[in-house]
């Protein structure tokens, strides 16, 4: 079956640390891939997707990320972490004839520390 | 402007009680779902609708109930077939659902459910 995994539940970086978010989906179809932020209490927020094209994606707010194929990754990256930065992010990814339904990863919980 | 919007909030259940959760869209979209979000299980679908009057079951859809007489909108109603109803459920809707796999899922607020 197809699935998604963010390795970590909880990172925990500095402000002005570099983010690293971790996402390896398990496929032997190239996915379409996304990334949601999600606040308290809030709805997800789209911060980038890939679907084809260029593999280093830039998305809202100074992230971006890279698929790779052969690692099957989209991990998340950010150079300067911002304590508005602090939320749960979610990877998620489609199929072409798989009438878009998304299936995420469990969530990373980002904590930004002064 | 436009959006997702959910209501209520938030939503007590008795024991027993069906309750139903309002999701309405002005995007013009033509798929709509609903997720269920626990804590530490990410996102996990339970219904949606590519077309009016059209939906299919998806992961976790025992317990659930939904409609789709209009285009913008999509209740979902929680039967007391639900035997842990508890969390936080969200809707989104994107354009093409059937053929759009890469486009963009957007999501309303949110309503969570708790139960008396």
Request: aromatic letters at 12%.
């Amino acid at each position: 079956a197809q699935s998604v995994t963010q390795l970590g539940s909880h990172v925990s970086v500095s402000e002005g640390a570099l983010v690293l978010l971790r996402c390896n989906y398990s496929s032997s179809v190239p996915p379409y891939l996304f990334w949601y932020v999600q606040y308290p209490n809030q709805g997800l927020q789209l911060l980038l997707k890939y679907t084809t094209g260029a593999t280093l994606v830039k998305g809202i707010n100074g992230f971006e990320a890279e698929f790779k194929k052969s690692e099957t990754s989209f991990h998340l990256t950010k150079p300067s972490a911002h304590m508005s930065d602090a939320a749960e992010y979610f990877c998620a990814v489609s199929y072409s004839g798989n009438t878009g339904k998304l299936i995420f990863g469990q969530g990373t919980t980002l904590q930004v520390k002064p | 402007d436009g959006g997702i919007t959910q209501s209520p909030k938030y939503l007590f259940r008795k024991e027993g009680q069906n309750v139903t959760l309002s999701c309405e869209q002005n995007l013009n979209h033509d798929a709509m779902y609903w997720y269920r979000q626990d804590p530490g299980q990410g996102l996990r679908l339970i219904y949606y609708s590519q077309i009016v009057n059209d939906f299919q079951k998806g992961d976790i859809a025992e317990g659930y109930s939904v409609s789709r007489e209009k285009k913008e909108s999509f209740p979902l109603t929680v039967t007391s077939a639900q035997k842990n109803p508890t969390a936080f459920y969200l809707c989104a809707s994107s354009s093409y659902g059937g053929l759009g796999a890469k486009n963009i899922q957007y999501f309303g607020a949110g309503t969570r459910l708790s139960v008396l």
